[in-house]
């Protein structure tokens, strides 16, 4: 097939491509240990979601923040795979690359972090009081 001639498409090789999107979560939840302490705060948004009743604007937000930092977190992992192949042993600019995908993790996270405090705190607050 030449460069520029275009596949056609293919339920079959679409659904391959989901098979290794897949694994891929698969690996991420195996092998990363931070993946699985994304998961459990997940698990915990959405139960807080339930219990609290919280609006269909904020389940879209809760559901972005957590979609985000599982891609965070599969991105970084990705890159670091990939650093740790290309270069075994030190290398400082391969340390500066693997410092900015975790910087990229922490940022969504912490931005997660905060929409869940704007959604849930009010609510767990009109609870008690």
């Keep these: 097939m030449d460069k520029g001639e275009k596949k ?4 079959k ?3 391959r491509s989901f098979s290794y999107a897949g694994k891929g979560i698969a690996t991420l939840l195996r092998e990363e240990h931070n993946a699985r302490i994304h998961l459990v705060a997940a698990v915990v948004a959405v139960a807080a979601g339930i219990l609290l009743e919280i609006s269909a604007a904020e389940w879209a937000v809760v559901a972005l923040c957590i979609g985000g930092v599982t891609a965070a977190e599969a991105i970084n992992s990705a890159i670091e795979a990939l650093c740790d192949r290309v270069s075994p042993g030190f290398d400082p600019m ?5 410092d900015l995908a975790a910087a990229g993790v922490l940022l969504t996270a912490a931005g997660a972090a905060a929409a869940g405090l704007l ?3 009010p609510k767990i607050v009109s609870l008690l009081g």
Excluded: P
């Excluded at 056609?8 to 339920?11: A, G, I, K, T």
């Excluded at 391969?94 to 693997?98: E, L, N, R, T, V």
């Design 8 to 11: 056609r498409f293919s339920v």
């Design 94 to 98: 391969i340390g500066k690359s693997k």
């Design 119 to 121: 959604i849930f705190i």
């Design 13 to 15: 090789a679409r659904a």
